[in-house]
């Protein structure tokens, strides 16, 4: 993904070109993965591009049990979508494209899922 790093930048300046840009990007990979992990819980998330419903990001949230005896509660599953320029336009809303952040890393803030750097601050 760092290749793209200032492609998908680029490609803010124009719905098309956004659109064209994350067509692209999800033909080159079915979708985009991540998670945060700590001993007690965990977050994971994927992003694909849907042809009705646009960007769908699939969010799933858990305790991790800590004992030999206990049980973790079902994780709760959430689904997100959205259109390519709603996504677009919420980049630019945030700045994210102002900062030093990935596409991944974009689409890893609005899942939801904290950074790695913020786990390491915790």
Known sequence: MAENSSNWKDSLQSEESFRDFITQYFKEHSQLTGMYDIPSYYEHYTVRLDSKEGIVITLETGVTPTGS??????????????????FRKLILHKKFADSDMSLADVFQTVAGVPSSDEQNKS
């Open 69 to 86: 005896g206990s049980v973790a509660p079902l994780p709760f599953k959430q689904k997100e979508s959205m259109s390519i320029e709603d």
